[in-house]
Every structure is written in structure tokens, then in C-alpha cells.
């Protein structure tokens, strides 16, 4: 297990709010994490800081020891929380759009999930249902090998016969060098898959603990756990 | 057998306890090799490094042993994993008459019900 994302008095603010308060935060590889919160916490901050789209206000953050740039996004598979496909490509240019892009991407294991799906390559994007369409952006990523998948609201606009095919897309491609970070709101279908619960709040990291470890602290589960710290 | 995982307690000795249930009860054979950690992880929808702990775990109590390179083993001795099915046997019984007490009905009370309840 080496160190895969370390922040240090990470600090994101916009105009006159503050997103991340000087967070301290260190994610090693093998791990499947949740990063939890409500809406607003700084959850989507965090991640576009990792993928280089934001730059922070204060403080540091690195992805196998560099700052996010080129080289890191390398590394980083990121997969958004609204599609970025232009919707009038077919499945199979939209593969080899990310051939030409990211030399990490193994087509054979794109269509392989696509084939399970039943979902044909010659079909155009606009004409996928909306579960299908995440399902083709979660498979585009995943097919990456990379050292580290951020999946943002990977579950969110699915049904749950969907996030099951998710969850164990995720499973089926673990590698003990990588490291996977879901955001999500949806904590009871995931808790299981992971190993780590992160919570964040206003800007602040409340709790980063193994799923085992909050559930015999607390006697609950991590979803009972995040509606008591969150009540409102 | 199904997996069934309590949502409030820790994963890890629950998916210890569902696999000595599964030796005990003859889907896994002395010797036998098991699921991979990984097909494992994707039949109980946990994370394959709770798998792999659980495992580790099982190898320690003398249940399953390892083959580098090959996987996962029963062992020719499953006194452990028979002894597991029956502390849950005992468990759910001293369970039932428990709740059964909280009813109002005292043990004698509850053998002849149970009794009765099978003649039916």
C-alpha cells in the first residue's frame, strides 16, 4: 500500500465563501473510499481540485507525490457528474475518441462490458436511455488503468437494479494498485463495497474511518451514522 | 446459501461466520477449493479487500488455507467451521425463547407450543 493523494491545509474559496477549509487528507492505494457528504460540502471542490480543474486558494495537493497537471491526469480517471459526450457520436467513436486519448485505455475491456450490457457499438449516444448513457460513462472510465478513479455521483440518476451493475462494476475491476473515490449522497447502497467513509461538511473532513471501524464504534450502519451527524 | 449481511454490524467477521456456514453445511467440501476473493466479493456486493481479510482471518482458525498461485482451500478438518453452525444454532434458539419470555410465556410453556405447532 503506498500514499496515492495527500492534501495539506488544502483551502478552496470563492469570492467570500470558503468551499474547503484547510483540509488534511491522505488516501492510499487498494482502497475503494465514499467520499460522503450533503449537498454543498465541498464534495465536487475537492475532486475538480484532484483533476487540476480548480487550483487551490491555500495549501497543497498531490497525486502520487505531483501537483494535478498533465502528468497527472495520466493517473486519473475522472468521471464527471454531468456527461461531457457530445450525444451525436456512437458508442463505438466515443471509444476510440479515448484510444486516441489516454494511452492507459484498454478497448477490450470496454467492449467486453458493453457486450454484457447488450449494448451495440454502432449505436448513437442520443438514443440510449438515461441509465444507459451513465452506464456507457462509468464503463469509459473504468476501462481505464489508472492509479486512481474519481468517480463523482456515479449512482445518483439510476435505478437500482443499475447500481447494482455499478457496484459491481467497480468490484469486478479492483486492482490492488489503484485506488477508487466515490462521491455520493447514497450511502446505504455502497457502504458495503467500501473500505473507507470519508465525511465532509462546510468545507471540513468530519471522519475518515474503515466501514468496520464505524460500525462496531457506533453499533450502526454508515448511513444511519451520516443521517445523525447531518440531521438538519 | 444466500448472503445475508446485518447492515449495523461489521462486515468482516459476518462474511468469517456466512463462510464457516457454508463449509458446515456442505457447499464447500473438506479440501475444495472456494470462490476467489474477488468472485467472493462480487456474490456478497462487499469489497474485495473485506473478502481477503475474511479470509486471512478463516486461515488463522484453521478453516481454509492458501495456495500461492492457486487460491483458496477448505481444510480436511472443519471441527471450526461445524462448531460456528452450532453456536448460531444455540444462539437463535436461546434467541427465540427470549423473545418468547418477553411474551409472557415461560419455557415449559414455549416446549409445548413448539410441540404443538409441529403436530399441526
Not at chain 1, 457530445?86 to 485505455?105: C, G, H, L, P, R
Request: aromatic share 8%; charged share 25%.
Amino acid at each position: 500500500m503506498s500514499e496515492l493523494l495527500r492534501c495539506e491545509n488544502l483551502t478552496k474559496k470563492y469570492a467570500n465563501t470558503t468551499a474547503l477549509n484547510g483540509i488534511n487528507l491522505t488516501l492510499e492505494s487498494g482502497k475503494i473510499v465514499g467520499l460522503l457528504g450533503p449537498n454543498g460540502s465541498g464534495k465536487t471542490t475537492l475532486i475538480k481540485l484532484i483533476n487540476g480543474l480548480l487550483t487551490p486558494t491555500e495549501g497543497t495537493i498531490l497525486i502520487n507525490g505531483k501537483t494535478p497537471g498533465v502528468e497527472t491526469k495520466r493517473e486519473v480517471a475522472y468521471l464527471p457528474d454531468n456527461s461531457y459526450l457530445n450525444s451525436w457520436m456512437t458508442v463505438k467513436q466515443i471509444i476510440d475518441y479515448f484510444k486516441d486519448f489516454y494511452e492507459d485505455f484498454r478497448e477490450d475491456v470496454a467492449y467486453t462490458m458493453l457486450n454484457k450490457l447488450g449494448i451495440t457499438p454502432d449505436v448513437k449516444l442520443k438514443t440510449l436511455s438515461k441509465g444507459n448513457k451513465e452506464k456507457v460513462c462509468l464503463i469509459l472510465v473504468m476501462s481505464r488503468n489508472a492509479k486512481l478513479y474519481v468517480l463523482d455521483e456515479p449512482i445518483a440518476g439510476v435505478d437500482p437494479a443499475a447500481r447494482d451493475y455499478v457496484i459491481s462494476t467497480i468490484i469486478n475491476n479492483y486492482n490492488p494498485e489503484a485506488t477508487v473515490l466515490i462521491s455520493t449522497h447514497l450511502i446505504s447502497d455502497i457502504e458495503e463495497v467500501l473500505d473507507e467513509a470519508i465525511f465532509i461538511q462546510n468545507g471540513d473532513i468530519l471522519l475518515q474511518k474503515t466501514i468496520d471501524e464505524i460500525r462496531e464504534e457506533n453499533g450502526k450502519s454508515v448511513d444511519a451514522l451520516f443521517r445523525e451527524v447531518f440531521r438538519w | 446459501m444466500e448472503w445475508t449481511l446485518d447492515k449495523i454490524k461489521p462486515l468482516c467477521p459476518q462474511i468469517c461466520e456466512q463462510v464457516c456456514l457454508q463449509i458446515a453445511l456442505g457447499e464447500f467440501k473438506p479440501g475444495e477449493k472456494m470462490f476467489s476473493v474477488r468472485e467472493t466479493a462480487l456474490n456478497a456486493g462487499v469489497n474485495p479487500n473485506t473478502v481477503q481479510k475474511a479470509f486471512e482471518k478463516l486461515e488463522q482458525d484453521g478453516i481454509l488455507y492458501s495456495v500461492r498461485g492457486s487460491g483458496w482451500f477448505v481444510c480436511e478438518d472443519i471441527t471450526n467451521a461445524k462448531e460456528t453452525l452450532d453456536n448460531l444454532v444455540y444462539k437463535k434458539t436461546e434467541d427465540y425463547f427470549t423473545s418468547l419470555n418477553a411474551l409472557g410465556m415461560d419455557n415449559n410453556a414455549v416446549k409445548n407450543y413448539v410441540k404443538e405447532w409441529d403436530n399441526e
